[in-house]
């Protein structure tokens, strides 16, 4: 239980909260605000911090150290086109298809606000833009996810929805955030297929550098079916992967009429200079090169963090195909514990109180470098025990 | 005239730009697509280089020097509410009337595309986007400034036409880009007073820093009038006053209710670490103070580039109370005077071919620093000769 001290530092934490909405205020904002907090993980942060350490390489080498920062701080970047011309060899679909984007989100945010038409199916729980993004007018309906199924989608009875309520958009992420439930590539051809009647597909690909189906660990992506399946649109967040969240990039794959329809009015400069030259860097091979082990590394120390939490007694962990874990709290009350590894521990990880679909005491526990992992097991132990 | 080899380099110019649609291609796609360039000024850019300097210097030394640069890319930034607090005693504006923009135009999208109804009045010469963001659904009607009366905008016409069309929106660019041309505070406070039937005015004040009406130079904006004139939006670019249009960061005050309506479904994250920065920084007094006097030279300079336009023979230089001059060529063919100033002297200025309601041959040339400032008059002069 928290002293007197720190259930002050809880009262501006909370304060902080609120501004942020339904997301959690950065690591930058709750130091700023409250700079007697000492935060030794950001276990809020799903992203792969090797690759962060790869793209700090390189920007020390090609642009701090050759003084080119300036011109990319001072100067108007690249236009969206150009730059998808830049990425076409590396993502294998054509320029025409690929809109750019300051952060995936910004990308959702088109993406409902201009096509969707009158009813959109979201499944639960999710991140949450996808129905906070609708417009008034449109209809928002949920397939609620199980707890009792381990969150994993049934997708009979999702079909058998869509085909009752006829939405024009249905949403996915795969894997699903926040409790990282995969689809395997051989499900989700059989449902995009299945899905025929439906206007558009969006299919969020975010976390798709961590699933796994077998110990290869390839990489898989969807993005190329959509010259098979025109209504499918993916969406990649470049945050997670890439370990580069405050530069904002992102991507989506899409029909080329719908590309066409938004660069028509809108999406000027979208990309600063810093994005601009994450993307040219990620579309070289040598780059993908070095990045390729790094993801494996990541996804095995992942593997690793699951089996040192579900040794934590007191807890339940779904299984996740992410870089991410869902923890039911079977004897504590969520935000409790959550302010308690944040103050006492300067553990950073997401109280999903305010998780729309969530029943029950849940936090969310991104996997970072070994050692660190290692800290959020121990204290999450200390705090449960 | 050109030879051969200076030639075959005007067809790749010219082929990129068809890729930057009604803007300048970026120096960075210019010298990354035609490496033989040797760009000496970049007149095209309309930024205060000084401001540049300043910048750079605050961002060594808090950004770079202390380690803290990774932390900007890594993590994710803070999100618009909490911004417009840091931005408001600054603004002297309160935070519910800011919105915070990945550049201007990310903005100017938002208000033409969400709150525009049908019919909006635009002013030509132009930023196009102004017009080219419309949705399929809005009639654009212009007001087109003439040549002939040094495109300054006639009021009594204007508000003529605005009594017959009944426009829902009436858009402003003050002083106006691509000429410069100025409406002091005076005749802008007695216009919006006579505008009040009109739903909205955007008034886009991106180049206010650079105005003046005496020689005390002082600072002049309208933003603090949206509390008088609640249907008053003002629009600002920081890319131009504080020289980092790489950063994307712009900003707009407006009625309390628009802002909620904008950040209730979008405008996640949309500010990144870098801008951030930025912006808290602006925020800062001991930065206002530094900035000030810089600003002051720069317009000062712009005023003695003035002077040494008008000497040059066979051109006319409009008046312009901003960083940049609309100069006509009496006889001699714009895009080519243009192609002649880039591939022989590396002087990079905006030809205006495609710039609507600008009937004649024009270009557009920035005010840089006072030495780039004599090499763009002199290169002119003799391409001119």
Redesign the interface.
Known sequence: MLDERERQIERRITE?KK???S?S?????LLSAIPELQITV?AC?L?N?YA?DL??KY?QKEV?DTGKL??????????N??LASVLSPVLRVPPQNILLG??A??II?AL??RFVKKKMLVVLPTFS?YY????PDTEVIFFVLEKTHDFRLDVKAWLRMIDQEKPDTVILINPNNPDGGYLSQQELRDMLSALSPVEQIILDESFIHFAHEDNTYHLISYRELCQEFPHLITVKSM?KDF??????AGYAIMAEEKVKQLL???????I?????YFFRLFARSEFQEEYEPLRIRYIQEMQEFYCLLTKISGIKVYPSRSNFFLVELLQREAEEVAMELLIRYGIYIRGCGDKKGLEGNFIRVASRKAEENRLIAQALQQVLN
């Open positions: 902080l501004g942020a909405g997301h205020p950065s690591i930058f904002s950001d942060f992203s911090p962060t793209f700090m920007f701090l300036r011109s990319l701080l001072e100067y108007y970047p690249t236009q086109r150009p300051n952060g989100v910004e945010q409902i606000h833009p906070e993004f609708a417009r945050s370990g580069v969240a405050g530069i904002r028509q009015n809108g999406y000027l400069w979208n600063s200079g810093i994005a601009e």
